[in-house]
Nanobody, 115 residues
Framework: QVQLVESGGGLVQPGGSLRLSCVASGSIFTMSFMGWYRQTPGKERELVATIAPVGTTNYANSVKGRFTISRDNTKNTVFLQMNSLKPEDTAVYYC?????????WGQGTQVTVSS
């Protein structure tokens, strides 16, 4: 069982920045595909960014050039640096871990972009 704990969400003005963190329990982090997803009320959860164990990254078109996903395997932590935030980035952001067929989710952290 893997537990994921997100932090770093909050209220920020348009054009601002936030850095989300997700700490994973257990000893399999280095083998895990990690990702950030987001969800707004009434909509399906959508992919934001993913990072493979070897560091290969993938981004949704809507965040390319603004968001950066990274990982620190020594701290079992994945990060999402979010710059140039827009009101449409407002959502609950979830961390996801996938190892083989096993998928784990964090509890989510709210990001609100508003003036």
């Amino acid at each position: 069982q893997v537990q994921l704990v997100e932090s770093g969400g909050g209220l920020v003005q348009p054009g601002g920045s936030l850095r989300l963190s997700c700490v994973a329990s257990g000893s399999i982090f280095t083998m895990s595909f990690m990702g950030w997803y987001r969800q707004t009320p009434g909509k399906e959860r959508e992919l934001v960014a993913t990072i493979a164990p070897v560091g290969t990254t993938n981004y949704a078109n809507s965040v390319k050039g603004r968001f950066t996903i990274s990982r620190d395997n020594t701290k079992n932590t994945v990060f999402l640096q979010m710059n140039s935030l827009k009101p449409e980035d407002t959502a609950v952001y979830y961390c996801r871990s996938m190892v083989g067929l096993n998928v784990y989710w964090g509890q989510g952290t709210q990001v609100t972009v508003s003036s």
